[in-house]
């Protein structure tokens, strides 16, 4: 299984970006998948999960109303679009494929995982 990020880059605090992430290697419409990030001198933290479907998802606190997961399931990608990015906001985004069909909030419900995308929101 292959996860490929990316979409990351510099924006302005206030700005927005959609990552996306390209699956290969599995039926990719089978299984859940999430977003996770890792800021500078943090550890790695949940952001948005989508089930199979897409019709189930759940995000963290810190980024509710401002993100958007979605998936499309005929071209095997998932996405997540940000908006009114802050500084805080900024680390290594993660893209992670699940073994379950449903949403999942911990790292460790998660097998598979893409190199990540640096996003830098700049004050």
């Known amino acids: 299984v292959q996860l490929q990020a990316s979409g990351g880059g510099l924006v302005q605090t206030g700005g927005s970006l959609r990552l996306s992430c390209a699956a290969s290697g599995r039926t990719f419409s089978d299984y859940g998948m999430g977003w996770f990030r890792q800021g500078p001198g943090k550890e790695r933290e949940f952001v948005a999960t989508i089930s199979w479907t897409g019709s189930s998802s759940y995000y963290a606190d810190s980024v509710k109303g401002r993100f958007t997961v979605s998936r499309d399931n005929t071209k095997n990608t998932l996405y997540l679009q940000m908006n009114s990015l802050k500084p805080e906001d900024t680390a290594i985004y993660y893209c992670?494929?699940?073994?379950?069909?449903?949403?999942?909030?911990?790292?460790?419900?998660?097998?598979?995982w893409g190199q990540g995308t640096l996003v830098t929101v700049s004050s």
């Open positions: 992670a494929g699940s073994n379950k069909a449903m949403t999942a909030r911990s790292r460790y419900e998660y097998a598979y």
